[in-house]
């Protein structure tokens, strides 16, 4: 019997079993940033400890950081002494750091995979619930608390307990129009918000398979939505493809013996899963939420369901629609939107904004929507100037922001305010996630983020990806 | 380091309805904006609370806000509590509360894993049984609830539930080895060892 990856990785990194029952396991890449750490370090300094592996670390500034203007000192006089703070930590224990002013920064799950840090078969951890993101590599990445980023600067090692594989296989092709994004959302909403605890989802089928890296990352990014701590993706030709010629990645003969090692990690094709499910790419919509969690949703041509057409509990549907200030029956094509947000470690990447930017060309944001591009990166950002996308976005009225977290979370001055509704590219319809605690947020692809600011409402992007450029109003 | 056992919790209990309460709700991103967790248990629900500005849109005083709750060391909560977010901000401004343990049909596991490291349990126990002990605490918020590790039980008025907590993690609290820090820094040439193993160590 074969072994999946996750097996693989597990026990070449099992250390040993701890009195607790627990695993044990070596942490390779432990990435950091300025929110999840600040109480870690001052746990290190109140017990005298060194950061154990400072040459397996990185850290940068995403959460906090104000998109539009970034002179130091911020005028945000906590996001100052959070960076600060950061700043200090990584001098004094001695890890590299993509600061502010460093052409590196970037969302920590963007700057992983296109500095080559993040590759197959590691062990990835990050205070930050989204680094199952670096799954899409072969990676088995987890999302830990501050207790835990403490005992890995401590120790280089985590206590986990081992995970059960269930296998999600996106057979057949996608149509146009329908996104990775499309394909995590309907994932979510049929296996549930909470439906992967104690799983680790591996991602195939031949839609995956035909995927770009970054499509990858939108999938894997989104796995703890669904409850899952870990999502991951064979590494493959475009894995090893991707990776060639990164900053950190082998170079030379050493990125010929990466490349085995990596193909070796590989789920065996005689691997036993402890669940598989299968999800056909060619009956997917754009999906977009109507309600307070990213299970709750429905495609872009469909009605909002009441509690049982949306197989969950009444009582939760009923509080998620007087949040949302929606009605059952109602189509959720053609609600007006206020924001539109492109950005996030879920969909902030090159090839998103090429998708939206294809949409927006020619086009006009409704005079009634904000409408912001934060890109991931400062490498993101500068590839898409050099194509011309800024100009594109700015053009059609978009604002062209700078590389953080901004209004996924609110951390920064990109917040909603009121009741907004927002079209967004990220990862949380939480209430009060986008930085107002009555703002409505709903997830979608970035390409129904772009069509949704040219309408001013919700709508179909299928009706636009094939239209001539300024056909449209 | 880790010495402290943890055997049971006990006091008033504070029931907190609804599935998949996530963790921007328990506490949101705006007051993670501090270099330490203090005072975080001030703004436990913050956005649903009394004088918030959706609290206008709620039913009823909200658990947090209510007095007879006030004091309670047990929380019972339904399914999937602590979805989203990893930010251990969370279940540190509830144990700065007084919480001790909860009790839930179910948990995320990275809200499980980060209250395990601050030595506060989460236990589970049948939704039928969740719902009783909810319904028992509301009817009589002055009862004392006691979560008791070792026997794997809930006692509220006199009547017990099982509750389940993996049997290490459960060993665990009862032995004082649930900080498991001290443990990890134990015999650490094994560390090195494996990570000699792992050719991207080397650089391949």
């Given amino acids: ?473 | 380091m880790g010495a402290r056992t943890i055997v049971f919790a006990e006091g008033r209990g504070l029931p907190m309805r609804g599935d998949d309460i996530d963790t921007d709700r328990i506490m949101p991103a705006r007051f993670l904006r501090a270099v330490t967790f203090e005072g975080l248990e001030r703004h436990l629900f913050e956005d649903e609370r009394a004088g918030s500005a959706a609290a206008a849109q709620a039913h009823g005083v909200h658990p947090f806000d209510n007095p007879h709750y006030r004091g309670a060391s047990v929380l019972v909560v339904n399914r999937n509590f602590g979805c989203g977010s990893s930010r251990e901000h969370a279940p540190q401004a509830l144990y700065r509360l007084g919480i001790r343990a909860v009790v839930g049909e179910s948990f995320s596991e990275i809200f499980f894993g980060n209250a395990v490291l601050i030595g506060m349990p989460c236990v589970t126990a049948s939704p039928d049984d969740v719902h009783e002990i909810m319904e028992r605490v509301e009817e009589r918020p002055e009862t004392v609830v006691r979560v008791d590790l070792p026997s794997d039980s809930c006692e509220i008025d006199g009547v017990t539930y099982d509750i389940r907590l993996p049997g290490n993690v459960r060993d665990a609290f009862i032995t004082g080895a649930w900080d498991t820090t001290g443990l990890l820094l134990d015999g650490y040439a094994d560390v090195d060892a494996v990570a000699a193993r792992l050719p991207y160590v080397g650089g391949f």
């Avoid at chain 1, 999906?287 to 041509?301: L, M, R």
């Avoid at chain 1, 294809?358 to 944001?365: C, E, H, P, Y």
């Fill in chain 1, 1 to 473: 019997m074969g072994k999946t990856l996750l097996r693989k990785v597990w026990d070449l990194h099992t250390v040993r079993t701890l009195p607790t029952g627990q695993t044990q396991l070596f942490i390779g890449l432990h990435l950091i940033h300025e929110v999840t750490t600040p109480q870690a370090f001052d746990a290190l300094r109140a017990r005298g400890w060194r950061v154990a592996r400072p040459d397996r670390t990185f850290a940068t500034v995403d959460h906090i950081v104000p998109t539009r203007e970034r002179r130091r000192p911020f005028l945000d006089v906590m996001a100052e002494d959070m960076i600060a703070s950061l700043e200090r930590n990584c001098r004094d224990f001695g890890i590299p750091l993509a600061g502010l002013d460093d052409d590196r920064q970037g969302i920590v799950h963007v700057i992983g995979p296109e500095l080559g840090l993040t590759q197959p078969g590691m062990t990835i951890a990050c205070g930050d619930s989204h680094t199952s993101t670096h799954g899409a590599f072969g990676a088995v990445a987890f999302g830990i608390g501050t207790s835990q980023v403490r005992d890995v600067l401590a120790s280089q090692c985590l206590a986990l307990e081992p995970l059960r594989v269930r296998r999600i296989r996106v057979t057949g092709a996608l149509p146009a129009g329908v996104y990775a994004k499309d394909v995590v959302l309907t994932i979510i909403q049929r296996l549930g918000v909470g439906g992967g605890v104690g799983y680790a989802y591996e991602y195939a089928g031949e839609a995956i398979e035909r995927m770009s890296m970054d499509e990858r990352m939108t999938i894997c990014n989104m796995s703890i939505e669904g409850g899952a701590r870990v999502g991951y993706v064979n590494p493959d030709r475009t894995t090893a493809d991707y990776l060639e010629g990164r900053p950190f990645a082998p170079a030379g003969g050493a990125f010929d013996r990466a490349r085995a090692w990596w193909t070796s990690m590989a789920s065996d094709p005689d691997a036993a899963y402890d669940d598989d499910v299968e999800i056909r790419a060619e009956e997917l919509t754009p999906v977009v939420t109507w309600g307070v969690n990213p299970g709750q949703s429905v495609g872009v041509d469909a009605t909002i369901p009441s509690g049982r057409e949306a197989g969950m509990d009444a009582a939760a549907v009923a509080d998620a629609l007087a949040y949302m200030q929606l009605q059952p029956g109602q189509p959720i094509a053609g609600l007006r939107v206020d924001v539109a947000f492109i950005g996030s470690c879920t969909n902030s990447r090159l090839s998103d904004l090429r998708e939206a930017a294809r949409i927006v060309s020619g086009r006009r944001v409704a005079p009634h929507v904000k409408a912001l591009v934060v890109p991931g990166s400062v490498s993101v950002k500068r590839a898409a100037e050099r194509e011309g996308l800024d100009q594109i976005f700015r053009a059609a009225g978009f604002e062209w922001r700078s590389a953080g977290c901004s209004m996924c979370l609110g951390m920064n001055p990109d917040k909603l305010e009121g009741s907004q509704v927002c079209a967004t590219s990220s990862n949380r319809n939480f209430k009060g996630r986008q930085g107002s605690p009555t703002g409505r947020s709903l997830l979608m692809s970035p390409a129904m983020v772009a069509a949704a600011a040219v309408a001013g409402e919700v709508t179909d992007v299928r009706k636009l990806v094939n239209q001539p450029e300024g056909a449209a109003s």
